[in-house]
Each structure stands twice: as structure tokens, then as C-alpha cells.
């Protein structure tokens, strides 16, 4: 089984950054994908940004493009989430997951794609 903890979420004002981290235990895959998404109260879960496993491939969701950044190290079971310029809108529970691939070169947009998934980081934005 695959253990997924996020953290680093918190509060923070309109403008400022936060940097969440995903760290992986457990019977971890020789290779996988990474990806975060987002729920606000009475909202669907939203795709934010997801990473290869080489990490050379990455995405991100038109709301949260220019400001946010995905990266890894694999060397520590690790995805990053880097967000700046925060604004109230962000304000969600953010999740990441992971999914076993074959191909260091490919990602995945869409959260039923994912086979594991952390509990989740709460990040709010106050205007």
C-alpha cells in the first residue's frame, strides 16, 4: 500500500505564496505519476497541476497557470507544489495523487486516472 501525506497548507494573504509537499511511503513504484487537485466547499475536485515521473512533462490548470509550479525529487518520494501570487479563489483542500506508469514521459490530467491519493492540506487565501 502506498501512503500519500501532504503538507504545508495554511493560511496566508492575497499576493503571498505557500509551498506544499507530497511525501510517498510505503511500497512505492519504481515509477509513477504525480498530479494535485483541489477542492473548494461545494465545488467538484479541480486538476491543479500534475508531473512526470522524469518530470521533464508537466501541466497545469488554466486557473493556476503562470503561478503555480510543480517539480519532484524522487530521490525523496517527493512532489512539490509551489504557489505564488495567491488569491482567494485557491482557497481549497488540496490533494495530491500518485499513479504506478511504465513511461518516465507521462502525466495525467484527470483524477480517476490516480490510484492513490493523501488525505489532503487545507490552503486559504484571505482577501
Known amino acids: 500500500q502506498v501512503q500519500l501525506v501532504e503538507s504545508g497548507g495554511r493560511l496566508v494573504q492575497t499576493g503571498g505564496s505557500l509551498r506544499l509537499s507530497c511525501a510517498a511511503s510505503?511500497?512505492?513504484?519504481?515509477?509513477?505519476?504525480m498530479g494535485w487537485f483541489r477542492q473548494a466547499p461545494g465545488k467538484e475536485r479541480e486538476f491543479v497541476a500534475a508531473?512526470?515521473?522524469?518530470?521533464?512533462?508537466?501541466s497545469y490548470g488554466d486557473s493556476v497557470k503562470g503561478r503555480f509550479t510543480i517539480s519532484r525529487d524522487n530521490a525523496k518520494n517527493t512532489v512539490y507544489l509551489q504557489m505564488n501570487n495567491l488569491k482567494p479563489e485557491d482557497t481549497a483542500v488540496y490533494y495530491c495523487?500518485?499513479?504506478?506508469?511504465?513511461?518516465?514521459?507521462?502525466?495525467?490530467?484527470?483524477?480517476?486516472?490516480?490510484?492513490?491519493w493523501g488525505q489532503g492540506t487545507q490552503v486559504t487565501v484571505s482577501s
Open positions: 495523487a500518485q499513479k504506478r506508469v511504465d513511461s518516465g514521459s507521462v502525466y495525467y490530467t484527470v483524477s480517476h486516472e490516480y490510484d492513490y
Open positions: 510505503g511500497r512505492t513504484f519504481s515509477s509513477y505519476a
Open positions: 508531473i512526470s515521473w522524469s518530470g521533464g512533462r508537466k
